[in-house]
């Protein structure tokens, strides 16, 4: 177990977001496995990360990538077996590194014998365990989620000769949260993870747990009730377990999540990641100013979590259509891109290969107030393969080296679970952990030295933060304090070089030091401070006053 | 006169400029005292460069003469920026929303060259003026910007839905003579609201015309005329009727100085351009044909009639340096008839242009004294238009109106002749 | 007696002829500075004029607007008139420094009054001269402004304000000469007081309509525009 008791850790933690399956295969079957990824617990400690997020790794017949789970309390054979997982967060766990998994809640597989069960007939025991119609008019305008493949919530069940409700895919139909025994068993599968010492969960699909008539169907009051209850039974019995909500809502629909600091530990913030791209390529700091403002509090146990990229696609749901189109217009002007009212691209081509960008974006990441998620190979700057159908496109095998199946695995390179990245530009030759790691320069040197920067301040993390609003709106510029720490960022969203003049007077006296190199810079006095900043630059002061 | 360039730009007005860093569309507002007009004005704009220019970088630049009702602050508010709390997701951008107080006198000279700088530091691809009285529509953002931002046109002049008896010193005289001499029939010389590319912001800059008007004045006819005479493209675009509360001069003398004034002052300047030119350009003219409003209206015509006739008769020993013996007594004969009987004929007038035109080039006497006497004179042209066109219909004053720039085309070999003796 | 006469006669002749014989040389002299003195004249007259054309000087009185006053006043060009000036000036000096070498002493004095005398002529000249001008200028200007604004009598006001400006230059003009000061002084007031009384008693009277709707255009805009708009509704622009 991790050292520090903190019962706030998660504001403290640089998540790294892994795929078992993609990161590294141990056996020699084309498939990452726990084995493979316990051996790589060495490069991630050295990376920095102290959070492990595992996307889901249970018995699943694979339809949605494992998000459809036929049992709850095993270890898909693929990634290997219950100890392998044991093995692996102890060691983990000896690393400092803490372990978060998922938590599919809203819906099982219907391969899962539950569902095979309830399915069978109206007086089985398991019958209400899931949401059955005669009828699909039921909670009609409830609108769809997946709407490149789905055409309605309503599938029709051949074997039951009736209709269940599913919010995802078809063959993930939604568990029943009205049904007692229903929380109750949810209760004992994370009771059974706790117990084996994982550090919290990452609950996904919250929203949709529970329906009714007239609605929308998503952040019903009954929903946080569900939380609610298994939040209580967590403090009470797990004390500093996390969980995270996956809520893909506008912020005002977000803060009730967190309650009164008795639902949520955290939530991903994800009106906020598409703005910074929007930002970046109009070269003004609006659409992130303007959506932090918006932003509500939250209580000071809660913690918000940022991210720029995960295995879905960039979720362009809680934008504006005008916004929405301008995002396709210039991240994704292939049409083959853009899935389910998002871009499936990972951060590297998002932004055209560009390391200033990359070190922009996740100097905002690293700065924003929130505790950042990277996901696993954006800190190489892997690139992604559109061809691969839905989002697997971003799910491609890790790239270690430039040799046989680029040190993912050691089977033959058209076994492999998934296709390597192959073009001059992206392909594992090119991109990988062991050139990086033998140029000082690389990527993967400088992620390891922001996350070193950001650790060595807890004012990122906890810290409050106001902007400043500079007249030139290609400068983002804001103040994080916590109690006598003051650091502020300055970022230039542009292309070209930026002067800005900042109304730093109320810190007047206070000598600003650059916080990668050190350096000191010139102190605030009554005039406003004066930067200047090459393209996409940004810097990281800390405020001194001597 | 250089030191007065340099100081166009005050060092606050540079300082947001380099903010704003570079656009692709500039809105320039001229104000002195406009608060009553300027906010809707302003929002009008904002809401038409959001509705047509969405993800463009755009501003608005507000040149004030130095208002004391508050303009300048109505201005400011209407900025969209992140710093006030505003809720407005529809906007993509920051839109700057800024105004300034340019050195000098109020003059609308001062306020286009310091918008006309601005554009230039900004590196606007298309720009547009908008007066602040006029009956802006969110639509003229397009109609004026677009020609110049994506289809390459330079000046792109208004037509207005005019009544048929408004603006007879345009009808009757800068319309008609610019055409026939620049071979260019922009209906509006002198416009208000007009766009424009920032190649031609940067040409206009350059041009030395800014330093001779030391007053400012007809600078929009300036403009005009510096893009025909530049070999610019120029488009029309019918923008619907003109504001009625323009900030026109009340005094005829004083908008005959700002625009006569500077058309006779231009022939000089561009002799070699207008000299050379037999025919008309084609210009393209987008939107519905101007029409022409026939609504009554109320016009003291006796009073004109007795202003020509009292002005050629006190003014003989002036206009006898001025005009030809024959022009003279043709005007002498007409001061004397009855009332039903007065016309100022198409040819007469245009004889009576070209020859003051000359006398202004030759400066027979101070060139101001020569725009004065000419006031009395137009005002008889104005009575034997309004007596003309009592009954006529829309079509049939444009008809007239042809005809009279045929006349001065016609005609136009007399001038050069009077020229250059 | 015969040869008292004679004698007289002969000592007059010789007085002459002495006073002849001292004058010639003097007289040669005269007429070489004269001479001498044309030339010079001459000569400072084409260099000026070389210089001016070198420095454009036409084009920049043009751009002064001297040019302008000089035509209008039937004048030559301002280089023509400079160089006619120079030319006259040092002709005339070095006629009146042969003069002087006569020795003719009152003369001498005379000649020295007259040089003291040629500045405050120049000075008189000048007033006159531009008193024309202003006159002609403001007269016309009067006319045309109250023309335009269609006030009664406007040559009345026209010819008024000339001979106001007129009578303004000449008094100027003999004052600085010098001659009868006071007289003229007089006279000046006189005339101008009883001008200026009289127009005040015409105005203020007569003209209490006027100087109403020149307070009011002042101090009231909006009630005159309102009474400027009952009037028509024509807008030339």
């Known amino acids: 177990m991790p050292t520090e008791t903190d019962a706030l850790w998660y504001k403290d933690a640089i998540i790294y977001q892994v795929h078992v399956r993609a990161f590294c295969d141990s056996n020699g079957d084309g498939i990452g496995d726990f084995r493979g990824l316990e051996q790589k617990l060495g490069y991630l400690q050295d990376l920095g990360i102290n959070t492990l997020w595992l996307m889901p790794f249970f018995p699943s017949p694979l339809r949605d990538d494992g998000y459809d789970i036929a049992d709850y309390f095993s270890v898909h054979p693929n990634y290997g077996t219950l100890e392998d997982f044991k093995s692996f967060l102890d060691a983990a766990h000896q690393r400092k590194i803490r372990v978060i998994i998922e938590m599919v809640m809203n819906h099982t597989s219907d391969q899962h014998p539950w569902f095979q069960e309830s399915r069978k007939s109206t007086d089985n025991p398991r019958r209400d365990w899931y949401v059955w119609s005669d009828t699909d008019a039921r909670y009609r305008g409830v609108r769809i989620i997946f709407v490149d493949t789905e055409n309605s919530n309503w599938a029709w069940d051949p074997i039951s000769k009736t209709h269940y409700w599913h919010r995802f895919f078809s063959h993930q139909p939604d568990l029943n949260f009205d049904n007692p025994v229903v929380r109750q068993e949810m209760w004992n599968i994370m009771k059974f993870w706790l117990e084996m010492g994982v550090d919290g969960f990452r609950l996904d699909a919250v929203p949709y747990l529970v329906e009714r008539e007239g609605t929308s169907c998503e952040n019903l009051p009954e929903t946080h009730g569900v939380i609610k209850e298994l939040r209580a039974k967590l403090d009470q019995y797990f004390p500093g377990k996390m969980l995270l909500a996956e809520a893909n809502q506008w912020p005002a629909d977000l803060r009730p999540y967190f309650g009164n600091g008795d639902e949520f530990h955290m939530a991903f913030h994800f009106p906020l990641m598409p703005r910074m791209f929007m930002g970046l390529k109009l070269e003004d700091r609006k659409p992130i100013t303007e959506i932090l403002q918006q932003t509500p509090n939250i209580p000071d146990v809660c913690q918000w979590c940022l991210f720029l990229r995960n295995h879905d696609e960039l979720t362009l749901e809680m934008v504006t259509d005008m916004e929405r189109d301008y995002m396709y217009d210039e991240y994704a002007r292939d049409k083959s891109m853009r899935l389910n009212l998002g871009i499936r691209r990972r951060l590297a081509p998002l932004l055209d290969n560009d390391r200033r960008r990359i070190e922009l974006m996740n100097g905002l990441l690293m700065s924003l107030p929130g505790t950042p998620i990277i996901y696993y190979g954006d800190e190489i700057g892997m690139g992604d393969n559109v061809y691969l159908g839905d989002r697997n496109g971003v799910r491609t095998p890790m790239q270690w080296d430039g040799g046989w199946d680029a040190g993912f695995s050691s089977a033959d390179p058209e076994s492999l679970y998934a296709a390597l990245i192959l073009n001059p530009i992206y392909g594992y030759q090119v991109v990988n952990v062991q050139s990086q790691r033998r140029t000082p320069h690389s990527l993967l040197s400088w992620m390891r030295r922001i996350i070193q920067v950001r650790k060595s301040s807890a004012v990122f993390g906890r810290g409050s933060i106001e902007f400043l609003y500079p007249e030139n709106h290609r400068i983002l510029a804001y103040i994080r304090r916590l109690g006598g720490e003051t650091v502020l960022a300055v970022s230039n969203l542009s292309n070209s070089a930026q002067a800005v003049e900042l109304d730093l007077r109320r810190y007047k006296g206070n000598i600003l030091i650059e916080m990668f190199g050190r350096n000191l810079f010139p102190r605030i006095g009554d005039l406003p401070y004066l930067l200047t900043l090459g393209p996409y630059q940004f810097y990281w002061f800390r405020l001194r006053r001597l | ?421 | 007696m015969r040869e008292m006469i004679i004698g007289e006669l002969s000592q007059t002749t010789q007085d002459i002829v002495r006073g002849f014989a001292h004058l010639l040389p003097r007289l040669l002299v005269m007429l070489i500075i004269v001479g001498v003195g044309l030339l010079i004249a001459y000569l400072l007259k084409a260099i000026l004029r070389s210089i001016l054309r070198l420095v454009k000087f036409d084009r920049l009185s043009e751009n002064a607007g001297t040019a302008q006053l000089l035509t209008q006043a039937a004048l030559p060009s301002s280089t023509e008139l400079l160089g006619r000036l120079v030319f006259w000036v040092s002709w005339l000096a070095f006629i009146l420094v042969g003069i002087n070498a006569l020795g003719i002493v009152s003369l001498q004095d005379d000649i020295i009054t007259f040089f003291l005398f040629l500045p405050r002529l120049f000075v008189a000249v000048l007033i006159l001269f531009f008193g024309m001008l202003a006159s002609s200028f403001f007269s016309r200007a009067a006319l045309l402004a109250a023309v335009n604004a269609n006030l009664p009598s406007a040559r009345l006001l026209s010819y008024l304000l000339r001979t106001i400006i007129v009578v303004l230059a000449i008094s100027m003009a003999f004052e600085e000469l010098g001659v009868a000061e006071r007289t003229i002084l007089a006279a000046f007031s006189i005339v101008f007081g009883a001008l200026m009384f009289g127009l005040a008693i015409a105005f203020g009277l007569g003209g209490q309509h006027l100087a109403r709707e020149a307070l009011e255009r002042r101090f009231s805009r909006e009630r005159f525009i309102q009474e400027k708009k009952k009037e028509d509704e024509l807008s030339p622009l």
Request: proline share 4%; net charge negative.
């Open chain 2, 1 to 421: 006169m250089r030191l007065a360039e340099e100081s166009i730009l005050s060092d606050q007005l540079l300082r947001q400029l380099i903010s704003v860093g570079e656009v692709d569309v500039l809105i320039g507002l001229p104000t002195h005292n406009n608060a009553e007009t300027v906010g809707q004005v302003v929002q009008v704009i904002r809401a038409g460069l959001l509705k047509y220019f969405p993800r463009e970088r755009t501003a608005i630049l507000n040149a004030d003469g130095g208002s004391h009702d508050g303009t300048q602050d109505l201005v400011q508010a209407a900025s969209i920026s992140d710093a006030r709390n505003s809720h407005t997701l529809q906007a993509l951008r920051t839109m700057h929303c800024f105004s300034s107080r340019y050195p000098g006198e109020p003059s609308t000279g001062t306020a286009l060259r310091t918008i006309m700088a601005a554009a230039d530091l900004l590196r606007a691809r298309a720009c547009a003026v908008i007066s602040p009285e006029s009956n802006v529509a969110p639509e003229w953002m397009e109609v004026l910007v677009r020609p110049a931002y994506q289809q390459d046109f330079d000046f792109i002049a208004p037509v207005y839905c005019r009544h048929k008896f408004e603006g007879l010193l345009v009808t009757n005289l800068l319309y008609p003579m610019t055409r026939a001499l620049y071979g260019c029939p922009i209906r509006e010389p002198y416009a208000a609201d007009f766009g424009f590319s920032g190649r031609l912001a940067a040409h206009f800059l350059t041009e030395d015309s800014w330093q001779q008007d030391v007053s400012g004045r007809g600078a929009e006819l300036s403009l005009t005329l510096a893009a025909i005479a530049g070999g610019f493209r120029l488009q029309q675009t019918f923008l619907g009727p003109k504001g009625t509360a323009e900030r026109q001069p009340a005094d005829l003398v004083l908008a005959m100085r700002q625009t006569v004034g500077t058309l006779f002052a231009s022939l000089g300047r561009y002799f070699s351009n207008w000299s050379a030119i037999t025919e008309d350009q084609a210009v393209v003219t987008i939107g519905a044909d101007n029409q022409v409003a026939t609504h009554p209206m109320r016009v003291n015509r006796k009073r004109l009639l007795q202003m020509f006739r009292n002005g050629v008769g006190e003014l003989e020993p002036i206009l006898s340096s001025i005009l030809s013996h024959g022009t003279l007594e043709e005007l002498k004969h007409f001061a004397s008839v009855q009332e039903e009987e007065f016309q100022y004929a198409d040819e007469l007038w245009v004889k009576t242009v070209y020859e003051f035109a000359a006398s202004y080039q030759h400066a027979v006497i101070s060139r101001n004294h020569i725009i004065q006497a000419l006031v009395p004179l137009f005002r008889g042209r104005a009575y034997s238009f309004l007596l003309r066109n009592r009954e006529t219909s829309g079509v049939e004053v444009e008809q007239q109106i042809e005809n009279l720039c045929q006349a001065f085309e016609r005609l136009k070999p007399y001038l050069l002749e009077l020229w250059k003796k």
